[in-house]
């Protein structure tokens, strides 16, 4: 699976402008963390929960 995900990351990556691909891989690891709560019911802390928006508002407000 891994190597899939990275074949369509660097499949995908030239078609998008350069910060929107800077800004989408800082999200991989909330996505990680996410799909991890969805698909392996991990329990993730309050403190997991709250450092996932670290990245997230960043990601908003670069996108700005």
Excluded: D, K, N, R
């Excluded at 899939?4 to 995908?12: E, F, H, I, N, R």
């Excluded at 709560?37 to 700005?64: D, K």
């Amino acid at each position: 699976m891994s190597v899939l995900g990275y074949a369509l990351w660097y499949w995908v990556l030239p078609q998008l402008e350069v910060t929107v691909g800077a800004l989408a891989q800082l999200l991989v690891p909330v996505f990680a963390l996410l799909l991890g709560a969805l698909f392996l019911q991990e329990v993730e802390s309050l403190t997991t929960i709250l450092s996932a928006t670290l990245p997230v508002g960043g990601v908003a407000v670069g996108s700005l």
